[in-house]
């Protein structure tokens, strides 16, 4: 069922319950709505067709050897030490309008990423 009708139809029976005499076109407006939502409940409910299904992708042995040698090329970084206590924990991060400032942990010295 169309969601612009169910709309329409909440809408009219509202202002049907809200008045004491309700005026003729909201009468009429109600009488159209029966009619085009008893039209719509009427039809047959007609599913949509799943459509085909998708092809099966294998791996080959072309796109294997890819990911393995996509492995051996990355580069290896070390974690930076902090510069006061030369720790290498997890530090806090916040930001100071575009730069962001890491805290050590261990010693609370604060300075600029970069």
Do not use: H
Not at 6 to 11: A, E, K, L
Not at 45 to 66: C, F, I, W
């Amino acid at each position: 069922m169309s969601r612009e009708l169910v709309y329409r139809m909440r809408t009219c029976a509202a202002a049907l319950a809200n008045n004491g005499e309700p005026p003729l076109i909201l009468l009429r407006d109600a009488a159209d709505l029966l009619i085009e939502a008893s039209n719509v409940l009427d039809l047959p409910e007609v599913e949509e067709p799943l459509g085909e299904q998708m092809e099966v992708l294998r791996k080959t042995a072309e796109a294997q050897t890819n990911i393995a040698q996509w492995g051996q090329d990355l580069p290896t970084v070390g974690a930076r030490p902090c510069p006061s206590c030369g720790s290498i924990d997890a530090r806090k991060v916040r930001r100071n309008g575009r730069k962001l400032m890491l805290t050590c942990p261990t010693c609370e010295f604060e300075w600029e990423y970069r």
